[in-house]
């Protein structure tokens, strides 16, 4: 199977990111492994508790793609930045009590052992 790895860099309602590397990842999984790493201030995008008035929940879109197998990762340093802490995983496959389900904060070199093993990337970035 083909492996596709989506980098995202913006941050949750700053741009429409986000959504779009959801489509792309949920039409992706139908044929493809799908990684998504988050870096910079795409770690924002998996919190809990997202309440957006005229968005679509982007926390809630990416654990719905961890569901489905998507693995997404969030850089390790970006996330200590922003207030993310990673602890021992939990029992909903995450590491950080601050994230939906399933998905886990990891360092540059999960990002690149993701590239180097990927058949396409697709970075999302400004």
Known sequence: MKTLTIVLTDGPYISEYAEIACKLAENALERYHVNIFLYLDAVHIPKKGQNPSFFINTGELFAGLAEKGAVIRACARCAAARGYIAEEETANGSNCGDYM????????YELSEMLSKSDRVISLSR
């Open 101 to 108: 389900p399933g998905i886990k904060i990891s360092s540059l």
